[in-house]
Nanobody
């Protein structure tokens, strides 16, 4: 059973920064074969895609991020990161890690980590 465990969430003031981590673990799990994404879900809203990093390291971001976030991965550590800068109150949400194999054959979600941006 693949486990994705997020960490790094918390309370931060507007304009501040946070770095989220998502560590994957499972016997025989080949992290490098999975595209990794970060989603978020704010209260009363649908879950939305924030950022994706492919197996080859290409990245893509939601328009709402406006260059403030950076997604990266360390295949040696089976970990994906989301560096979030210039945080705004509208970034408040539960952030989820998501792993997807080629052609979507295998899909895994983390349990989420809360990010709250408030003064």
């Amino acid at each position: 059973q693949v486990q994705l465990v997020e960490s790094g969430g918390g309370l931060v003031q507007p304009g501040g920064s946070l770095r989220l981590s998502c560590a994957a673990s499972a016997p025989g799990f080949t992290f490098s074969r999975f595209a990794m994404s970060w989603y978020r879900q704010a209260p009363g809203k649908a879950r939305e895609l924030v950022a994706t990093i492919t197996r080859t390291g290409s990245t893509d971001y939601a328009d709402s991020i406006e260059g403030r976030f950076t997604v990266s991965r360390d295949n040696a550590k089976n970990t994906v990161y989301l560096q979030m800068n210039s945080l705004k109150s509208e970034d408040t949400a539960i952030y989820y890690c998501y792993a997807e194999s080629s052609f979507g054959v295998w899909q895994y979600w983390g349990q989420g980590t809360q990010v709250t941006v408030s003064s």
